[in-house]
């Protein structure tokens, strides 16, 4: 998968499921959107459908430094690279 | 430190109902709100109960996701007629900030809704490569779900009473938000209780023989209060929200005052956890008049448990007999809407306090043929245009709990 098509697929989840409005790739994610940690556990769950396997504990508590959806898609981009070695 | 506490403000969300406008309508023309039982694809089918106190009215509710990731549909029932008193309160942000505001709300289960959706994920997920509860579910299900929804939603920084006693669940709220001001702990309560459409409290009612069946083809029929012809209870869902405040403050700020909590009882019958008991119920319904330093003849009118089951009815009966005589007019305000579970105490609160404000009594609803054993009371058998100075709101739960709240109207409060 493409980063843009990563992109499309993050952006579709954070405004039909989290119901963001005109998202930017460097928004910060809690002070412009609204977004805690409840809702980065519950997209956590939609990245793991994403990449089709469980992520483990170490890897989902690195999520928790994200900070804009740029950062989201460097989050998967690393743990599908680290997976791949 | 002993302090006087007033309602200023109310709202419920009724199978008969949800402003006060229709409410009275509903009340004053003999409307019920038991309708056929809807199919939730889980236990409908192995029901014999076919009725269901229904909220069957759509309702505007707007809150934003923020809000509504960690609500399942009993607190969206709270956080509304939570968000309706502290409108029509006129309270500032500041103090509803402040920590002088306290919340005191609750259901019978939280949601069963949500959580019947983990117990499918459970059940689904054993073949499933992910592990799929959500991160709200919790949050969403927990008993005290609608208390803590309510204060994310507004802000409040003050106590939370999450009580869960299954009927007694919002009479209790009440009973404990007025005395949390009474004592000087805070200085105003939201206070009430919310039950969601649940076929699951249907179902343990079914079980125990407990519920209405005779009447699944008529449903406005049942259930019948006091009456020779009554089967048994009729579940039904709904909210109910009723803002307490010190009296003295709310004086100064010119609230309007709808009523005042004068006395609360509550205890428990120490036994059978379902059986209703006489000595437990009367010694209940004595132990407000104490706390209100009152006599039996100063109440006017009774709102009485009255589920139509076929001993508490007799039982509830008994004890009123025995602490009033057949004194104050009495109504078992269920036959309106069914038994709302953990919201029956606060939504008949609100319906004493309209109809104490209109100056009438609302008729027990299907009470053609009282029982005889019911007999010695003073029953509201029609539309009966009085004015109420005092009336009793009485509650009984399983568990053996037991309470009964004392309200003055509110005119005679301000004065």
């Known amino acids: 998968m493409t980063r843009d098509e990563l992109k499309d697929k993050i952006l579709t989840i954070l405004t039909e499921d989290f119901e963001f409005e005109h998202p930017g790739l460097n928004d910060n994610l809690r002070d412009d959107h609204g977004f805690d940690s409840i809702d980065a556990i519950e997209l956590l769950g939609k990245i793991e459908v994403i990449l089709d396997f469980s992520l483990t504990r170490d890897e989902k508590e690195k999520a928790m430094e994200i900070r804009t959806i740029n950062n989201i898609l460097d989050y998967i981009e690393g743990i599908v690279n680290s997976r791949n070695k | ?415």
């Open chain 2, 1 to 415: 430190m002993k302090r006087r506490v007033v309602i200023t403000a109310c709202s419920a969300i009724t199978p008969i109902g949800y402003d006060k406008k229709n409410i009275i309508e509903s009340l004053r023309q003999g409307k019920s709100g038991v309708k056929p039982l809807r199919d939730d694809g889980l236990l409908t089918k192995h029901i014999h109960s076919r009725v269901f106190g229904t909220v069957d009215y759509p309702i505007e509710y707007g809150f934003k996701r923020q809000y509504r990731k960690t609500m399942g549909p009993v607190a969206f029932y709270a956080c509304q007629v939570a968000k309706d008193v502290l409108q029509s309160s006129g309270l500032s942000r500041d103090f509803i900030t402040s920590g002088r505001l306290g919340v005191a709300f609750g259901s019978t289960h939280g949601s069963p809704t949500v959580q019947r959706d983990i117990y499918k994920t459970f059940f689904n997920d054993l073949d499933s490569k992910f592990s799929s509860i959500g991160a709200v579910d919790y949050l969403r299900s927990m008993v005290h779900t609608t208390a803590v929804n309510i204060t994310r939603m507004f802000g409040i920084t003050g106590r939370v009473i999450a009580s869960s006693t299954a009927c007694t669940t919002s009479s209790q709220s009440i009973g404990f938000g007025y005395e949390t001001i009474k004592y000087g702990m805070q200085d105003a309560m939201i206070c009430g209780g919310a039950d969601e459409y649940d076929t699951t409290t249907v179902a343990v009612f079914d079980n125990l023989l407990a519920c209405s069946v005779d009447y699944n083809h008529k449903p406005h029929c049942t259930p019948r209060p006091f009456d020779a012809g009554r089967d048994g209870l009729v579940v039904g869902e709904g909210g109910g929200a009723v803002l307490l405040e010190e009296y003295e403050s709310a004086k100064r700020r010119g609230a309007s005052i709808l009523g005042e909590i004068i006395g609360f009882g509550c205890n428990n019958n120490g036994g059978d956890m379902i059986l209703p008991n006489l000595d437990g119920i009367t010694a209940t319904l004595r132990l407000a008049l104490e706390s209100a330093r009152i006599s039996p003849d100063d109440v006017d009118f009774i709102s009485a448990h009255a589920t139509a089951t076929k001993m508490g009815d007799v039982i509830e009966s008994q004890a009123i007999a025995s602490v009033y005589g057949d004194g104050p007019l009495v109504t078992g305000l269920k036959s309106y809407m069914g038994h709302t579970m953990g919201t029956c105490g606060v939504i008949e609160l609100i319906l004493t306090l309209y109809m104490m404000e209109q100056g009438f009594i609302a008729p027990t609803l299907n009470l053609d043929n009282v029982d005889e054993r019911c007999s010695m009371l003073r029953h509201t058998c029609k539309l009966t245009e009085t004015d109420t100075r005092i009336a009793a709101i009485q509650n009984f739960a399983f568990g053996g709990v037991n309470t009964c709240l004392l309200i003055k109207n509110g005119k005679e409060a301000d004065s």
